[in-house]
Structures are given as C-alpha cells and as structure tokens.
C-alpha cells in the first residue's frame, strides 16, 4: 500500500559563496536574496563581512545541488546598468571556465 512518501531524486549542499561586483548601493537583503536565489536557496547572509568589506564582497550560504557548477560570473540588470556579478563557492573547484549567459 502506497503511504505517500515519495523517493528524492537527489540531495543539496550548503556551501557559502562569495560575491563581488553588485554597485555598493544595492547591497541589501533583497538584492542578496534576489541575486542568491537565482544561484539556489539562500539561507545565511554574513552580515558581519559585507559591512567590514565596504560592500565589495558579500558573502552567503545557499543549497545547491553541485557547488562545483556555480557559474563563474552572470550578467544582472540593477536599474538601466548591466553588472558582471562574480561567484565562487568556498571550498570547491569550479568547472568550466566561461559564463552561463546573463541572468535578470
């Protein structure tokens, strides 16, 4: 008898990443939550690093399936500008060596 459980397919990972290249006036929580979520599940931000940075890394823990495939850079639109928004996910290597497109 079916009880309705159902198999996951697979599992995600928290890993932190960091994040240069958002213009320092758009650093906040829904810029961060925005920009994290189109990478995975944001579920930290540390605070504490982006005010000590002067906004110029960011960093936050997200649930990702294969923190080796965060893309190295995306394009995302912050009012008429576009920015390369950069990424890298501590603690692993990442593949590949271009861009995913642009985002946003």
């Known amino acids: 008898m079916w009880n309705g459980d159902v198999e996951p ?5 928290e890993v932190w990443v960091q994040i240069k290249g958002i213009p320092p006036k758009w650093v906040d929580w829904n810029t961060m939550r925005e920009v994290a979520s189109s990478l995975g599940l944001m579920i930290e ?8 940075s002067f906004f110029s890394l960011v960093r936050v823990k997200i ?6 495939r965060i893309p190295r850079e995306r394009l995302y ?3 008429a500008g576009v ?3 950069s990424f ?3 603690g692993y290597v ?3 060596n271009s861009t995913d497109g642009d985002s946003g």
């Open 9 to 13: 397919v697979g599992s995600l990972i």
């Open 94 to 96: 990442q593949a590949g």
């Open 63 to 68: 649930l990702y399936k294969d923190p080796s």
């Open 88 to 90: 890298k996910p501590e």
């Open 77 to 79: 639109v912050f009012k």
């Open 83 to 85: 920015y390369k928004i």
């Open 45 to 52: 931000l540390d605070e504490h690093l982006v005010f000590n």
